[in-house]
């Protein structure tokens, strides 16, 4: 009886420790994600930016 009862904590840590790892590593994965997600919006508006610049520049040099 004790031996089986050492095996069923022994499973429920187990159990435990493992859903730790998955609650963490899915953690990473959406900060991993958001990060991602946030930088190529960033990378986007600033191409946007320069492509407004270069066009506002060869506005202003055909005027002159």
Known sequence: ML???????EAQYLRKKAKNIRNRSFR???IAA??????L???????????NFIRQMRDDIKDI
Request: no cysteine; glycine share 4%.
């Open 3 to 9: 031996i089986n009862d050492e095996m069923k904590e």
């Open 28 to 30: 990473i994965i959406v």
């Open 34 to 39: 958001v990060l991602v997600l946030g930088l």
């Open 41 to 51: 919006t960033l990378l986007y508006y600033r191409e946007k930016r320069f492509k």
